[in-house]
């Protein structure tokens, strides 16, 4: 991979999502950017680890998650490349949470030291990184709601119609399918259910004619069924400068 | 490790799972097929879908156990 591909999608998604100037993108393409390749499965930052670099996906895709004493894990968020899910370890020192690969993934971890350089010299991508966790906070409100009050087959639709969402503002849909390479168990993860009631869920979507999954793709087959059945508002990705 | 099946009925009506789940063993599938049939049957009751749900399950191509979960609404008024 060239190294000037490394932030890429990061800054493909900063000019969508945010006013950012040339001076900006300039910034942010000359941030120090350590590449690793790691595992599926793998503890990027584990809860009550303390961080010292931050991490931007390259390649691949990550959650975040919680387990309790009982060994029951919830995913919490799924990230997807040109995104920094352990921005927050910047300011909150001890992690409060896990952070893990789900698939192969190609990750650039940036030191906390140069990112609070680039946040000195260029306030505005400060206040876009800000706005960045706000937008996070936004989605967990909405997980929240997605766990606490839909059935089953409507969260598993809300979590897909999102991650098309966000995988459309960097480029990654074609046509009706995209990747979602998550297992029957991760599913099950994000939802609060179990592996079993996952699978019955994807069936139950496939049968219905709404989406069929396909080795860690998603196609959709009735796009105005999958809109109703998710109930997916997408006001809180806050997708442009203006929203 | 072993291989469990767990089949759903909803009001009588088979989905059917040829794949099947590993589970370390009998008590972890018992405890995969209650939680998924109480799930299951959370949201079968709420939307009114149906009122019982079966969870049965077999290990490799044997009945293991059979999780049945109704509801019973009594109108008193």
């Known amino acids: ?243 | 490790m072993s291989r469990f099946h767990f089949h759903i009925e909803e009001n009588g009506s088979l989905i059917p799972d040829e794949e099947g789940h590993d589970f370390f063993d009998g008590n972890e599938a018992r405890k995969e097929a209650i939680a998924t049939g109480a799930s299951i049957a959370r949201d079968a009751f709420m939307t009114g879908s149906a009122c019982r749900v079966v969870v049965d399950v077999h290990e490799d191509n044997a009945p293991y156990l059979k999780v049945s979960i109704t509801l019973d609404v009594e109108e008193k008024g």
Request: overall charge negative; some cysteine.
């Open chain 1, 1 to 243: 991979m060239s190294s000037d591909a490394i932030p890429a999608a990061l800054i493909r998604r900063l000019r969508t999502t945010s006013a950012v100037t040339d001076e900006d993108i300039k910034a942010v393409d000359a941030l120090p950017i350590s590449v690793r390749e790691y595992a599926a499965e793998r503890t990027i930052v584990g809860d009550g680890q303390q961080a010292t670099e931050c991490c931007l996906i390259i390649k691949g895709f990550c959650a975040r998650s919680k387990t309790t004493s009982e060994g029951r894990r919830q995913i919490l968020s799924i990230h997807i490349p040109g995104e920094i899910p352990d921005l927050m370890s910047l300011h909150l020192h001890v992690m409060d949470h896990d952070l893990s690969t789900l698939t192969l993934c190609t990750l650039g971890f940036i030191h906390h030291d140069a990112l609070r350089l680039l946040h000195r010299r260029q306030p505005n991508l400060a206040d876009m990184f800000w706005r960045d966790t706000l937008i996070d906070a936004a989605m967990f409100r909405e997980w929240i709601v997605n766990v606490g009050q839909r059935p089953a087959p409507a969260r598993l639709a809300h979590v897909i119609v999102e991650l098309r969402e966000r995988l459309k503002v960097i480029g990654r849909i074609e046509g009706n399918r995209f990747e979602m390479p998550l297992t029957q168990e991760q599913i099950g993860e994000a939802l609060g259910i179990t592996a079993v009631h996952a699978n019955r869920v994807i069936k139950q979507l496939r049968q219905e004619g709404i989406v069929a999954f396909h080795r860690g793709h998603v196609e959709v087959l009735d796009e105005n069924k999958l809109m109703e059945l998710a109930g997916f508002d997408d006001r809180y990705l806050h997708l442009s400068p203006a929203l």
